[in-house]
């Protein structure tokens, strides 16, 4: 195969004849030789004859009010790719958009386009496959700058209404929720390594032991979750703990819950439970009345179970592991009086008779009002108080009754005494004579 090589002074005089010719003239179609063309070269149909190449250097000048450049794939063959391509400026009509764009004309898609106006380094690739956007020294993969200090990338589905901004910039970095207008992730600049950590299985923040505290705020604009990576104490409601664990309110709502609500009712569970090493206790403050009550699991022997106010007098009550419960004070029941204590001594109450009463605690073995008594305990303290209150009440209306009736017999006696003595004294004289 022959080559044709033309000279730049043999190409013009060549596009000068094929300009002047008129529409006439027919193609010039090469079909065994190559036509090599040195130096420029102009095509379309507003290039002159004596077309200016000095001030681009550009060997290959496409010009006119609609520039194509068409790739034409003539494959038959369904094994080889025959997809069509054109690089195409700008438009035809004066609204068109003033652009650069690639077109894929067998799916009728535009899968690059460049507008008019764009930037510098708009789209930039280095030479080890960095893709700069806004920048010619991409540092990674991907490297996105932006003149008004922070660069945002916008993330939506196709037809779908919500859309999503990644913001990064002297803000930090942000994730935006466009359509609601909102920041649910907000990360200020300068924040330590570890600051957020997702690993398999785990969630994890401040992983690398920085001090740097945790909080969730609630809708009133109050703290309801802190923790204090310098001490470790977590707040509830409050932003400065002093405990392992703080719960705070000022609405009269703090509270403790511990609830199940499922497994087997018949299995006892362990909902509440304070351990330790020593010693432990648990505290009641009023701080209204300046009042305090302490719950103690005693340190030393015999380790009882103590309540004492704030006043240092001692222990209001004591309780060792067997049983034995030791007040200063007195015990009060609110129990009622159902035998009837006190109104034995009523006029209208039905107290049975001294005969009527001893039968009675034959008959059953145990004093009426205080009923039967299990040698081996349970006892009703209170029952067994009030009752043996009854009992005792009635015993001195009938020890009442039997003085009575031993004074009446007395003065029975007497007047008989008195009666034998003056007939003895009438006697006498009959006697002495």
Request: contains cysteine; hydrophobic residues 40%; charged residues 20%.
């Amino acid at each position: 195969m022959s080559h044709k090589t033309f000279s730049r002074d043999a190409l013009k005089a060549g596009l000068a004849a094929l300009l002047t010719a008129g529409p006439a003239l027919a193609d010039v179609v090469l079909t065994t030789d190559q036509a090599i063309v040195q130096n420029d070269m102009c095509m379309g149909n507003d290039c002159q004859n004596a077309e200016d190449f000095s001030t681009s250097f550009e060997e290959l000048k496409l010009k006119g009010t609609s520039v194509r450049l068409r790739f034409d794939d003539t494959s038959t063959n369904p094994s080889f790719p025959d997809r069509d391509w054109a690089i195409e400026t700008n438009g035809t009509l004066s609204t068109d958009p003033e652009e650069f764009r690639i077109e894929d004309e067998t799916a009728g898609t535009r899968p690059f386009l460049i507008q008019g106006g764009a930037p510098s380094n708009s789209v930039y690739v280095a030479s080890d496959g960095d893709v700069g956007l806004g920048t010619m020294m991409p540092q990674t993969d991907l490297h996105v700058v932006s003149p008004s200090g922070s660069a945002a990338l916008r993330l939506n589905g196709s037809g779908v209404a919500s859309s999503w901004d990644m913001i990064g910039g002297s803000g930090g970095f942000i994730l935006q929720d466009v359509g609601a207008g909102t920041q649910p992730i907000v990360l200020d600049p300068g924040l330590p390594n570890g600051t957020i950590l997702a690993t398999l299985g785990r969630f994890n923040v401040n992983w690398e032991d920085t001090d740097m505290d945790f909080q969730v705020w609630g809708t009133d604009g109050k703290t309801t979750f802190f923790g204090d990576a310098a001490t470790g104490n977590v707040g509830l409601g409050i932003l400065s703990p002093v405990a392992p664990l703080h719960v705070s309110r000022a609405d009269g709502s703090a509270r403790v819950l511990v609830e199940n609500t499922g497994g087997d009712p018949g299995v006892a569970r362990e909902l509440f439970k304070l351990s330790s090493n020593g010693g432990a206790y648990f505290t009641f403050e009023n701080t209204n009345a300046g009042t305090t009550w302490f719950f103690n699991h005693e340190n030393a022997a015999p380790n009882r179970f103590i309540i004492a106010d704030g006043v240092a007098d001692g222990p209001e009550l004591t309780l060792t592991a067997d049983g034995d419960m030791t007040i200063p004070g007195r015990i009060f029941t609110g129990g009622s009086c159902a035998a009837g204590c006190d109104r034995v001594f009523d006029a209208d109450y039905p107290l049975p008779s001294f005969a009527e009463q001893m039968a009675a605690i034959r008959e059953k073995g145990h004093l009426p009002s205080v009923g039967p008594t299990d040698e081996n305990g349970p006892f009703d303290l209170s029952g067994l108080s009030t009752g043996m209150l009854n009992e005792l009440e009635k015993a001195y209306l009938y020890i009442d009754q039997l003085n009575a009736a031993h004074e009446a017999e007395m003065a029975d006696l007497r007047a008989e005494v008195a009666a034998l003595a003056a007939t003895l004294e009438a006697l006498r004289p009959v006697v002495a004579d």
